[in-house]
């Protein structure tokens, strides 16, 4: 008799009403955009996958693109 038990079903993520910005797209259109949500969490987003983006407070927003900016992302370039 086999008694295991089914692994559980991952829950869906909650429905989030995000409002998008424009798209930034750099040459060979790879396009970004950013959103806020009515909780005030901050969204980047690919318009490739509409439904797959990474969220955070905006602060933290704020502290990666200053990151970035100031190049320590620059060895992925």
């Known amino acids: 008799m086999d ?16 409002a998008w910005g424009e798209a930034f797209c750099s040459e060979g ?3 970004f ?3 806020l949500d009515d909780a005030g969490r901050a969204y980047i987003g690919s318009t490739l996958a509409p439904g797959e983006y990474v969220t955070d407070s905006v602060e933290a927003l704020r502290a990666l693109i200053s990151a970035v900016k100031s190049g320590a992302a620059d060895h992925l370039l």
Do not use: E, L, W
């Open 3 to 18: 008694t295991t038990t089914p692994a559980p079903s991952p829950a869906a993520a909650p429905a989030v009403d995000i």
């Open 29 to 31: 259109a790879n396009c």
């Open 33 to 35: 955009r950013f959103g």
